[in-house]
Antibody
Framework: EVQLVESGGVVVQPGGSLRLSCAAS????????MHWVRQAPGKGLEWVSL????????YYADSVKGRFTISRDNSKNSLYLQMNSLRTEDTALYYC??????????WGQGTLVTVSS | QSALTQPASVSGSPGQSITISCTGT?????????VSWYQQHPGKAPKLMIY???KRPSGVSNRFSGSKSGNTASLTISGLQAEDEADYYC??????????FGGGTKLTVL
């Protein structure tokens, strides 16, 4: 059974930094591209970033480019999102999702990041 | 990376059929047969319902179907049931390894 468990979400002040983690199990982690998707309270889904199976290619939404960094450790079956220069508009539930080659087929339950002074 | 356009809400009575539209551009929906649909109940993670425009993952009811014409994709739910009440999001590959979601549609079963 595919499981994705996010962690690391907390309350942080504007301008602060945070690293989110996603622990994966139930599939061969290093075979798949992985994504981060976020959802602001009461709002829709917003794609944030993706990383290729080997970490060699990364892509970002314009809204986070230059501030967020996606990475992975295949030896630990883990995905990460380093978030710097956080803004109030980054407040959201952050999901990690597995790429099923043509879709995001499995999602975690999310971890909540609140940016507030 | 503009969001795909979905109606904010749709509604239907049990047993009826409803269709949710998802309008993009020639750079996303119109260029790729890589449209997916997700169902999200309150407080839950999104669940994949349709991928590659019209394919259903194992375990998803055949009451859910998808289609595409030009820059607009559609999700149809037939034989509406109470448990179908949820938010629905479309999603498309948008080139340059980016993904774009629709704004979401709240389905109310009357």
């Amino acid at each position: 059974e595919v499981q994705l468990v996010e962690s690391g979400g907390v309350v942080v002040q504007p301008g602060g930094s945070l690293r989110l983690s996603c622990a994966a199990s139930g599939f061969t982690f290093d075979d798949y591209t992985m994504h981060w998707v976020r959802q602001a309270p009461g709002k829709g889904l917003e794609w944030v970033s993706l990383i290729s199976w080997d970490g060699g290619s990364t892509y970002y939404a314009d809204s986070v480019k230059g501030r967020f960094t996606i990475s992975r450790d295949n030896s630990k079956n883990s995905l990460y999102l380093q978030m710097n220069s956080l803004r109030t508009e980054d407040t959201a539930l952050y999901y990690c999702a597995k790429d099923g080659l043509t879709t995001l087929d499995y999602w975690g339950q999310g971890t909540l990041v609140t940016v507030s002074s | 990376q503009s969001a795909l356009t979905q109606p904010a809400s749709v509604s239907g009575s049990p047993g009826q059929s409803i269709t949710i539209s998802c309008t993009g551009t020639s750079s996303d929906v119109g260029s790729y047969n890589l449209v997916s649909w997700y169902q999200q109940h309150p407080g839950k993670a999104p669940k994949l319902m349709i991928y590659e425009v019209s394919k259903r993952p194992s375990g998803v009811s055949n009451r859910f179907s998808g289609s595409k014409s030009g820059n607009t994709a559609s999700l149809t739910i037939s034989g509406l049931q109470a448990e179908d009440e949820a938010d629905y999001y479309c999603c498309s590959y948008a080139g340059s390894s980016s993904v774009v979601f629709g704004g979401g549609t709240k389905l109310t079963v009357l």
